[in-house]
């Protein structure tokens, strides 16, 4: 069979790093995005050591490191005990290139690689094109889409898709999307007040406390964002109504004074892994494979992970080395699909649950805890190790 392209549905981080990395392995890509251009909505800001490794790799790194804000600590952190743990990522420095955590928005990472694809000979972006269906047989796929000057369709040796946690692809397959949906909607307010003048020694990214709530504090591009969970059945109106932010942010720093308010977001949180990430030529990769709460900041680090041990693959294939690709994606599958449930969900529903403990005796052994394991080198390493997902990427290789 003549090997045609590699077609990849949605221009989000994961659909772009499959497209640079694909497109500069030589293999040629038409990239569909339903958008009439990039999305520059406000979702993830902290990209972990291994993902700045990988974007290195691809050359795109350094720009976005020069975009973007270098954090090598972070805190957890008490309303009413102050600083519990103070992580030095430093610990990591034999183990990543990047021993960081960049606050940068996802948007500057896909503006960078389009700009990269835009001169890239092999690589065919179409924006306006929203992807519905796929049809697969024994030579390629058949991708549907819609156009502004109506149906149309595009055939590709393989489809990736990345359109997000919504995926019509994933729907139209057939493929389950088993997990929960928590039953309150998390808030985020970003303001430019600087609540570092009032939280002491307070670093770029932290997770906070208190005995009946917590919140998290994430600074990027010159704002502190605030993201808050709410209350079962409180409404999108109601939380984002002027005077519900004003309170909610002067509960945790009260100025007594308004906050300027810079973006609002109210959104439903899940949990979620697709029940397979490969059928036949169709990939899942990203959101449309797996979706969590973002405690953590392991969404699209774990989607740009996907990205690249799938592409990986694929080029193995395309240059003629692992056979029909059957066994070779089915790696990918194995690899992968584990380390969503075994890890990610795990480890982002654990945040979860520490922060909102509000057992008196529970949170003082939690603290306690994280308080031991900061203060021993070793212990801490382990913990970074965990947390920048450097342990579920070998994890992930030694299931290959
Ligand atoms: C508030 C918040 C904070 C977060 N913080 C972090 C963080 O700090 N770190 C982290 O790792 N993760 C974080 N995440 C998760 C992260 O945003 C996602 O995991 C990430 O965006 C997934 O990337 P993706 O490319 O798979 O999907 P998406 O970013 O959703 O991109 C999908 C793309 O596909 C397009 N599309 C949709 N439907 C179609 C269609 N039918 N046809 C064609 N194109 C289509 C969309 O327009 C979009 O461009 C956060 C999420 C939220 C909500």
Same mark, same amino acid.
């Given at each position: 069979?003549?090997?045609?392209?590699?077609?990849?549905?949605?221009?989000?981080?994961?659909?772009?790093?499959?497209?640079?990395?694909?497109?500069?392995?030589?293999?040629?890509?038409?990239?569909?995005?339903?958008?009439?251009?990039?999305?520059?909505?406000?979702?993830?800001?902290?990209?972990?050591?291994?993902?700045?490794?990988?974007?290195?790799?691809?050359?795109?790194?350094?720009?976005?490191?020069?975009?973007?804000?270098?954090?090598?600590?972070?805190?957890?952190?008490?309303?009413?005990?102050?600083?519990?743990?103070?992580?030095?990522?430093?610990?990591?420095?034999?183990?990543?290139?990047?021993?960081?955590?960049?606050?940068?928005?996802?948007?500057?990472?896909?503006?960078?690689?389009?700009?990269?694809?835009?001169?890239?000979?092999?690589?065919?972006?179409?924006?306006?094109?929203?992807?519905?269906?796929?049809?697969?047989?024994?030579?390629?796929?058949?991708?549907?889409?819609?156009?502004?000057?109506?149906?149309?369709?595009?055939?590709?040796?393989?489809?990736?898709?990345?359109?997000?946690?919504?995926?019509?692809?994933?729907?139209?397959?057939?493929?389950?999307?088993?997990?929960?949906?928590?039953?309150?909607?998390?808030? =985020?307010?970003?303001?430019?007040?600087?609540?570092?003048?009032?939280?002491?020694?307070?670093?770029?990214?932290?997770?906070?406390?208190?005995?009946?709530?917590?919140?998290?504090?994430?600074?990027?591009?010159?704002?502190?964002?605030?993201?808050?969970?709410?209350?079962?059945?409180?409404?999108?109106?109601?939380?984002?109504?002027?005077?519900?932010?004003?309170?909610?942010?002067?509960?945790?720093?009260?100025?007594?004074?308004?906050?300027?308010?810079?973006?609002?977001?109210?959104?439903?949180?899940?949990?979620?892994?697709?029940?397979?990430?490969?059928?036949?030529?169709?990939?899942?990769?990203?959101?449309?494979?797996?979706?969590?709460?973002?405690?953590?900041?392991?969404?699209?680090?774990?989607?740009?992970?996907?990205?690249?041990?799938?592409?990986?693959? =694929?080029?193995?294939?395309?240059?003629?080395?692992?056979?029909?690709?059957?066994?070779?994606?089915?790696?990918?599958?194995?690899?992968?699909?584990?380390?969503?449930?075994?890890?990610?969900?795990?480890?982002? =529903?654990?945040?979860?649950?520490?922060?909102?403990?509000?057992?008196?005796?529970?949170?003082?052994?939690?603290?306690?805890?994280?308080?031991?394991?900061?203060?021993?080198?070793?212990?801490?390493?382990?913990?970074?190790?965990?947390?920048?997902?450097?342990?579920?990427?070998?994890?992930?290789?030694?299931?290959?």
């Amino acid at each position: 069979m003549a090997q045609n392209r590699v077609v990849i549905a949605g221009a989000g981080p994961v659909g772009c790093v499959s497209a640079l990395y694909l497109a500069r392995a030589g293999i040629p890509v038409t990239l569909l995005e339903a958008g009439d251009d990039l999305e520059l909505d406000l979702r993830a800001s902290t990209f972990h050591p291994p993902t700045l490794d990988m974007l290195d790799e691809l050359g795109v790194a350094n720009e976005l490191i020069e975009q973007g804000l270098v954090c090598p600590r972070w805190q957890y952190r008490d309303t009413e005990e102050g600083i519990i743990a103070d992580w030095n990522l430093g610990l990591l420095s034999n183990y990543t290139r990047h021993p960081y955590r960049l606050q940068a928005e996802q948007f500057r990472l896909t503006q960078i690689i389009m700009r990269r694809l835009e001169k890239m000979p092999g690589a065919d972006v179409r924006f306006g094109c929203r992807v519905s269906g796929a049809k697969q047989d024994g030579n390629g796929v058949t991708v549907d889409c819609q156009t502004a000057l109506g149906s149309d369709s595009v055939r590709g040796t393989y489809l990736i898709a990345a359109e997000g946690g919504s995926s019509p692809i994933r729907k139209t397959q057939g493929i389950a999307f088993d997990g929960l949906t928590f039953p309150e909607m998390w808030l =985020i307010v970003s303001t430019p007040f600087d609540f570092s003048q009032f939280f002491e020694e307070l670093t770029p990214i932290a997770y906070v406390s208190e005995p009946d709530d917590w919140f998290v504090f994430v600074y990027v591009s010159g704002l502190w964002r605030v993201l808050v969970p709410t209350k079962s059945g409180d409404t999108p109106e109601k939380i984002l109504d002027e005077k519900y932010l004003q309170a909610r942010l002067q509960r945790i720093c009260p100025t007594g004074r308004q906050y300027e308010i810079a973006h609002k977001t109210a959104y439903t949180v899940h949990q979620r892994v697709a029940e397979t990430y490969v059928h036949g030529r169709i990939f899942l990769a990203g959101d449309a494979a797996h979706i969590n709460n973002p405690l953590g900041g392991m969404g699209m680090n774990g989607g740009i992970h996907d990205a690249v041990n799938l592409c990986q693959k =694929i080029v193995h294939v395309w240059s003629g080395q692992a056979g029909d690709g059957r066994a070779e994606f089915s790696k990918y599958d194995a690899q992968r699909r584990p380390i969503a449930h075994e890890y990610v969900q795990q480890a982002t =529903i654990q945040n979860k649950q520490m922060l909102e403990e509000q057992d008196g005796d529970a949170r003082k052994k939690r603290h306690e805890n994280l308080r031991r394991t900061a203060a021993d080198p070793d212990a801490a390493r382990e913990y970074l190790m965990n947390s920048s997902m450097i342990r579920a990427l070998e994890k992930a290789d030694a299931l290959g």
